[in-house]
């Protein structure tokens, strides 16, 4: 059976924490800027968490299951 290998896309867009949650940047931060509050890009820069309903879809891509 071949080796198993993690989604090249996934590498680049998820970490894993010490405790093992996945954060995860936010998106629409990229261009188009001006229509969008300041309020709204300052919280875009924070980094969030993946929610568990997603949580199994990102592990099978990371190859953690």
């Not at 709204?40 to 891509?61: C, E, F, I, P, Y």
Request: with cysteine; aromatic share 4%.
């Amino acid at each position: 059976m071949p080796k198993m290998k993690t989604k090249s896309s996934a590498k680049k867009r998820f970490t894993v924490t010490g405790s093992g949650k996945i954060k995860r940047k936010h998106a629409f931060k990229s261009h188009i800027l001006t229509k969008k509050t300041t309020k709204q890009k300052r919280n875009l820069t924070h980094a969030g968490l993946v929610h568990k309903s997603d949580m199994s879809n990102v592990k099978l891509q990371l190859c953690m299951k």
